[in-house]
């Protein structure tokens, strides 16, 4: 089955860096959309940043030219590079993935994984 494995999460200084992974299985990775999520505390979870089959880019305009999407398809993984962290970026993070790049960025897909939690002390 399809399974979604976030990892790289932690506690950093605002103005530090995280990596955060997401292992994917179950599925051809190579032929799928991947998108990052986050959900703060009494917040509405968001899109961060997707990343279509082909390569195309979608960032939210929060983490635009902080954050950076990727994948290694070779590696059935999905990469969110975060810079110059905020304290506003303190979420829970979640990747998804789906054939559709569209319904990846509208957060409809149906495989989550379980998340990994990202704290910006100020």
């Known amino acids: 089955q399809v399974q979604l494995v976030e990892s790289g999460g932690g506690l950093v200084q605002a103005g530090g860096s995280l990596r955060l992974s997401c292992a994917a299985s179950?599925?051809?990775?190579?032929?799928?959309?991947v998108g990052w999520y986050r959900q703060a505390p009494g917040k509405q979870r968001e899109l961060v940043a997707a990343?279509?089959?082909?390569?195309?880019?979608k960032y939210a305009d929060s983490v635009k030219g902080r954050f950076i999407i990727s994948r290694d398809n070779a590696k059935n993984t999905a990469y969110l590079q975060m810079n110059s962290l905020k304290f506003e970026d303190t979420a829970v993070y979640y990747c998804?993935?789906?054939?559709?790049?569209?319904?990846?960025?509208?957060?409809?897909?149906?495989?989550w994984g379980q998340g990994t939690q990202v704290t910006v002390s100020s």
């Open positions: 990343i279509s089959s082909g390569g195309t880019t």
């Open positions: 998804t993935a789906h054939n559709n790049f569209q319904v990846v960025v509208a957060g409809t897909p149906r495989s």
């Open positions: 179950g599925f051809v990775f190579r032929m799928d959309a």
